[in-house]
């Protein structure tokens, strides 16, 4: 049975799948999972054998490293050992010290775990030192145990600099708007634009028949409009 979990570091968070196995005496974490996630791997004074259930050796050889961890499962924390292995396509293996501590209520024929027990959360202990310290409009400073880092963000802008930018935006199209209308000014004959309504003026070009003798620019997805066999040829 797998379940998904979540881990948190100093680095980053992730969520994989873990196998479930009451037969597994200790708790493992994939090696090269744990690396990517920054996590802090410690090595064993004296590298230990591993075994299959049926007592053969295990062909990942002996445990080198390992990792302290808390694990949350559901309300409950709780410290655990995890040791660092290759285990291909699994990011861990919840063994026996996870079953003794969390006791979970799991249905087996269903593959379901008791939603009370979620959900659960792999901290690394330097997880909570990972904090953003400062931060202006367009910087943050992240500050770890391995040093400070300093990155661009993109943030959304302040409410002064949101009016802002819309009485700019404003102007503009305002601007652009005259131009219109006084290039479609110069395309009506002056008789002509006599005889229209101030309160049209906003929408000269509909009069200039320079402008809807110009025909839309071709596109990828323009279409024929196939006419009746009886349609006149002009209007």
Avoid at 39 to 65: H, M, S, W, Y
Wanted: net charge positive; glycine share 4%.
């Amino acid at each position: 049975m797998t379940i998904r979990f979540y881990t948190h570091s100093a680095k980053k968070q992730a969520e994989g799948v873990a196998l479930v196995d009451s037969s597994t005496t200790k708790n493992f974490l994939n090696l090269n999972y744990a690396q990517w996630l920054g996590l802090p791997i410690r090595c064993l004074e004296k590298p230990r054998q591993l075994f299959n259930v049926d007592g053969t050796k295990n062909k990942v050889g002996a445990l080198q490293f390992y990792m302290d961890v808390s694990l949350q499962t559901g309300s409950q924390h709780t410290n655990h050992h995890f040791f660092l292995s290759d285990l291909e396509d699994n990011k861990a293996i919840f063994g026996y010290p996870w079953f003794a501590s969390a006791q979970p209520k799991i249905n087996w024929a269903r593959g379901w775990i008791n939603s009370l027990q979620l959900p659960i959360i792999l901290r690394s202990p330097n997880a909570q030192k990972a904090q953003f310290i400062a931060r202006n409009s367009r910087t943050a400073i992240k500050q770890t145990t391995e040093g400070t880092t300093i990155r661009r963000l993109k943030v959304l802008p302040t409410a002064q600099e949101a009016i802002q930018q819309i009485i700019t935006k404003g102007k503009l199209q305002v601007f652009v708007r005259s131009l219109q209308l006084k290039q479609a000014k110069q395309d009506i004959p002056p008789e002509e634009l006599k005889t229209i309504p101030l309160e049209y003026h906003c929408h000269l070009k509909v009069f200039s028949e320079k402008a809807a003798a110009h025909l839309l620019p071709d596109h990828l997805w323009n279409h024929a409009i196939e006419l009746k066999p009886d349609a006149p040829t002009s209007i």
